[in-house]
């Protein structure tokens, strides 16, 4: 049995329609199904007893908890849009990032509450989609009080 030109074309359309229906979700953008699409930012903070801007195991460094820490979308300053606190050991993480540039920076009143930079207060980073960018671990010593 010969098909005709119309016959055919709806044939042909509804065995498309039922290869679109079973394709997963994803696979028109080529992506890989189940490919995280965002990122994560982790670092610490730590106190540099020794101010060498250096973390090492030793009794005169170690992680600060509970310090804030301010994520911003390509530079510091702006919209701030995650804050963490580090944990026990210093350590903070910031989760479902879209992939771009970011800049991350400890909340500067801590500064005012007897601490100073051994480092850089501003660190920026890239994130890649399903990768943890890992940011330069910020140093803070205390202020030396002369009185």
């Keep these: 049995m010969a098909l005709n030109?119309?016959?055919?074309?709806?044939?042909l359309c509804s065995?498309?329609?039922t290869v679109v229906l079973l394709l997963?979700?994803?696979?028109?953008?080529?992506?890989?199904?189940?490919?995280?699409k965002t990122g994560t930012i982790s670092g610490r903070v730590f106190l540099d007893e020794n101010a060498d801007a250096v973390?090492?195991?030793?009794?005169?460094?170690?992680?600060?908890?509970?310090?804030?820490?301010?994520?911003?979308?390509?530079?510091?300053?702006?919209?701030?849009?995650q804050t963490a606190k580090t944990d026990e050991q210093g350590f903070y993480h910031f989760q479902d990032l879209e992939p771009g540039d970011y800049c991350v920076m400890p909340n500067p009143k801590m500064i005012c509450e007897g601490?100073?930079?051994?480092?850089?207060?501003?660190?920026?980073v890239r994130v890649e989609p399903g990768q943890d960018a890992e940011v330069e671990w910020f140093g803070l010593d205390h202020f030396i009080d002369i009185n």
């Design 115 to 124: 601490y100073q930079a051994t480092k850089s207060i501003t660190q920026k």
């Design 5 to 11: 030109c119309k016959t055919k074309a709806r044939l």
């Design 24 to 36: 997963p979700v994803g696979s028109f953008a080529g992506e890989a199904v189940g490919e995280p």
């Design 15 to 17: 065995l498309m329609m």
């Design 55 to 81: 973390f090492a195991d030793c009794d005169c460094d170690c992680g600060l908890e509970d310090i804030p820490v301010r994520l911003y979308r390509n530079h510091c300053g702006g919209l701030i849009i």
